[in-house]
């Protein structure tokens, strides 16, 4: 029987590339969206077995919906991908620029949101000893990215990538994959093409490898995660470019 994978956040960017690589490797995919119904129904041409969800994953219940929704298609889940996040852009010395009700967004989706995900889907990930891979951030080692509102949720849902590996073992293993800049929509949607283009230009002159990530880099690591790296839980992989390594700059 095939496996089946729920992926939050899945119409556009890692998301949809994580869905496109497993459902090529013929898993079932679960697509969850939240608001962009059109563009989720672009990417489930691209995943042959898969259904679509929509679900706010900031909302115990919609986490309830998207689990209930895979056992009841397929009577499994092997893996769940928490990548569903937000951000708000704001200059880190711009410290008026973010207000407790900012933290509290971005905290409900990006750390109580996988939280109630794997609380949701964490009898059928047992049952089937499948894997977690939370999405978070080079910003969660190094301060920096969009906000210091969105770096310190990263960081807390590093923390909670480690407490759940411990709860969840030996059944389920639970790790997280630390992208840096990615080229994917969310980038061109805040910034414009042109100021996207320069952030790329200038994040690869920062890190060793000189080049910055594309989702389907992401996808990788997280497909390696869920199918492999069977000695592997409780993990932050940099998938970065070297950003977590290379001096301030």
């Known amino acids: 029987m095939s496996k089946v994978a729920i992926i939050t956040g899945a119409s556009s960017g890692i998301g949809a590339a994580t869905a496109a690589l497993l459902a090529g490797k013929g898993w079932n995919v679960v697509i969850n969206f939240s608001r962009d119904e059109k563009r989720a129904k672009e990417i489930q041409k691209k995943c042959p077995t898969s259904i679509l969800v929509q679900a706010d994953v900031g909302d115990d219940a919609g986490c309830r919906k998207l689990a209930k929704a895979a056992l009841d298609k397929w009577g499994r889940i092997d893996a769940l991908v928490n990548n569903a996040g937000t951000t708000k852009f704001v200059a880190h010395a711009k410290l008026d620029g973010l207000s407790a009700d900012d933290f509290l967004r971005m905290y409900r989706l990006n750390v109580v949101g996988p939280f109630q995900m794997v609380r949701a889907c964490a009898d059928a990930l047992k049952a089937a000893k499948g894997a977690v891979v939370n999405v978070s951030s080079v910003a969660s080692q190094l301060g920096t990215g969009s906000s210091i509102a969105y770096a310190a949720s990263k960081a807390a849902l590093n923390s909670v990538t480690y407490s759940l590996a411990r ?83």
């Open 167 to 249: 709860v969840l073992g030996p059944e389920v293993r639970v790790n997280a994959v630390c992208p840096g800049y990615v080229d994917t929509p969310w980038q061109t949607g805040a910034l414009g093409q042109e100021r996207a283009d320069q952030a790329k230009a200038h994040y690869a002159t920062l890190v060793p490898l000189k080049s910055h990530a594309t989702p389907e880099d992401i996808a990788d690591a997280i497909a390696w995660l869920v199918e492999g790296a069977r000695q592997v839980t409780g993990e932050t992989i940099f998938v970065d470019g070297g950003m977590h390594i290379s001096p301030p700059r």
